[in-house]
């Protein structure tokens, strides 16, 4: 967490972890992986009133954020949700909430509804055989009338089975184009789909013919590619804030546990080597501290170099949390490994959110290009 919240933000990240706490445990976390749903709907709603749906909203359209820089409010749940470990769609609601604002008061009555958490909102972006890149979208959408004819196939679709609406990228003859289409239209099919993470669940979405008016429209040609780069920068960076409250929690656990658990009657946080290996975690976990919070102060802030700082946070933090996360488990030694211990699902969620929304390496390549591409 950044060390200079203000009063509010401090006041609003001690509220969404007592929520957290007392509503989605690790125990809760267990019994919902063996429920068809990820996460209840009134669950996600009281999280709604807390704010978590609001940040990215502007008080015209019914939001508002804590502290005037909604995507660092925004971090500070995701961070926690981190912590818990515990389910819902903040990042792709998020990410659909970023396009939606930015069309502006057409699409008010949607954003009213997943403001107030009565809808749930998903983005359908990835495509089966396409790494990260949204660009160029395989789905077609074919002018029919004043609207479009949809056809292709999303996957990986988070909290899609779930999903009221989905924000669809897809390829317009005149290029890209956003449309925002009911989970119940004609032509929809949506076929949940496993994940590591046991109660992040995903789907694969089939538009097949699927028509749609004007009214769908969020955004087409430029302005879509400029809302698709900003939804992908707001969604990465709350998974990195996601990432860095699990290998926050882990590392608490571990150190607790190095000093609890004794060998050859001495505690192992006694043992100079482990001591070493636990100052390198720390030092790494601050990294990802500092990383995370300079990616969200730069999309509120200094938009100029916020595809840099998000990747440069999403390509360390990737890399980090998965290193951490597991020296954690092996720190506990043969009870680290087990189902009945918590830290699998700590791993499991680090390790999803690594690949969700670009791995290290295309973020590594991502800065490379914008390098290159502002020193030409």
Same mark, same amino acid.
């Given at each position: 967490?950044?060390?200079?919240?203000?009063?509010?933000?401090?006041?609003?990240?001690?509220?969404?972890?007592?929520?957290?706490?007392?509503?989605?445990?690790?125990?809760?976390?267990?019994?919902?992986?063996?429920?068809?749903?990820?996460?209840?709907?009134?669950?996600?709603?009281?999280?709604?009133?807390?704010?978590?749906?609001?940040?990215?909203?502007?008080?015209?359209?019914?939001?508002?954020?804590?502290?005037?820089?909604?995507?660092?409010?925004?971090?500070?749940?995701?961070?926690?949700?981190?912590?818990?470990?515990?389910?819902?769609?903040?990042?792709?609601?998020?990410?659909?909430?970023?396009?939606?604002?930015?069309?502006?008061?057409?699409?008010?009555?949607?954003?009213?509804?997943?403001?107030?958490?009565?809808?749930?909102?998903?983005?359908?972006? $990835?495509?089966?055989?396409?790494?990260?890149?949204?660009?160029?979208?395989?789905?077609?959408?074919?002018?029919?009338?004043?609207? $479009?004819?949809?056809?292709?196939?999303?996957?990986?679709?988070?909290?899609?089975?779930?999903?009221?609406?989905?924000?669809?990228?897809?390829?317009?003859?005149?290029?890209?184009?956003?449309?925002?289409?009911?989970?119940?239209?004609?032509?929809?099919?949506?076929?949940?789909?496993?994940?590591?993470?046991?109660?992040?669940?995903?789907?694969?979405?089939?538009?097949?013919?699927?028509?749609?008016?004007?009214?769908?429209?969020?955004?087409?040609?430029?302005?879509?590619?400029?809302?698709?780069?900003?939804?992908?920068?707001?969604?990465?960076?709350?998974?990195?804030?996601?990432?860095?409250?699990?290998?926050?929690?882990?590392?608490?656990?571990?150190?607790?546990?190095?000093?609890?658990?004794?060998?050859?009657?001495?505690?192992?946080?006694?043992?100079?080597?482990?001591?070493?290996?636990?100052?390198?975690?720390?030092?790494?976990?601050?990294?990802?501290?500092?990383?995370?919070?300079?990616?969200?102060?730069?999309?509120?802030?200094?938009?100029?170099?916020?595809?840099?700082?998000?990747?440069?946070?999403?390509?360390?933090?990737?890399?980090?949390?998965?290193?951490?996360?597991?020296?954690?488990?092996?720190?506990?030694?043969?009870?680290?490994?087990?189902?009945?211990?918590?830290?699998?699902? $700590?791993?499991?969620?680090?390790?999803?959110?690594?690949?969700?929304?670009?791995?290290?390496?295309?973020?590594?390549?991502?800065?490379?290009?914008?390098?290159?591409?502002?020193?030409?």
């Amino acid at each position: 967490m950044d060390v200079d919240l203000t009063a509010d933000q401090r006041l609003f990240h001690s509220t969404t972890r007592d929520y957290l706490e007392k509503s989605a445990p690790l125990s809760r976390v267990r019994e919902l992986a063996d429920r068809a749903l990820g996460f209840e709907r009134d669950w996600w709603r009281r999280g709604a009133e807390l704010g978590w749906t609001a940040m990215l909203v502007p008080e015209s359209l019914g939001g508002g954020s804590v502290s005037g820089s909604p995507v660092v409010d925004l971090a500070i749940v995701a961070e926690e949700m981190g912590r818990a470990c515990a389910p819902g769609p903040l990042t792709t609601t998020s990410a659909v909430l970023t396009g939606l604002v930015r069309a502006g008061e057409p699409f008010a009555d949607p954003i009213a509804g997943i403001v107030a958490g009565e809808s749930i909102a998903a983005w359908a972006v $990835y495509e089966p055989g396409h790494g990260w890149d949204p660009a160029p979208p395989g789905t077609r959408a074919e002018p029919d009338g004043d609207g $479009y004819l949809l056809t292709g196939v999303k996957d990986r679709v988070e909290s899609g089975d779930q999903a009221d609406l989905f924000l669809v990228t897809a390829a317009a003859p005149d290029g890209p184009v956003q449309l925002l289409v009911p989970a119940d239209a004609p032509g929809v099919t949506v076929t949940p789909v496993w994940t590591l993470d046991l109660v992040r669940r995903t789907a694969q979405v089939s538009f097949e013919g699927v028509r749609v008016g004007a009214d769908a429209v969020v955004q087409r040609g430029a302005a879509a590619a400029e809302a698709v780069e900003a939804q992908l920068r707001v969604a990465a960076t709350l998974a990195t804030a996601e990432m860095t409250g699990a290998v926050a929690r882990s590392f608490d656990v571990t150190v607790q546990w190095m000093f609890d658990r004794y060998s050859f009657g001495r505690p192992l946080a006694s043992y100079q080597a482990l001591k070493h290996r636990m100052a390198d975690n720390k030092t790494w976990l601050e990294a990802c501290h500092a990383t995370t919070s300079g990616a969200a102060h730069a999309i509120d802030e200094a938009p100029e170099r916020a595809a840099e700082a998000v990747s440069v946070a999403k390509s360390y933090v990737g890399a980090k949390a998965p290193v951490i996360v597991q020296d954690c488990v092996q720190l506990h030694g043969g009870i680290g490994v087990t189902w009945e211990h918590d830290l699998h699902l $700590y791993l499991r969620r680090v390790t999803l959110d690594r690949a969700l929304y670009g791995t290290p390496e295309d973020h590594r390549r991502r800065v490379t290009d914008l390098l290159e591409r502002s020193a030409a």
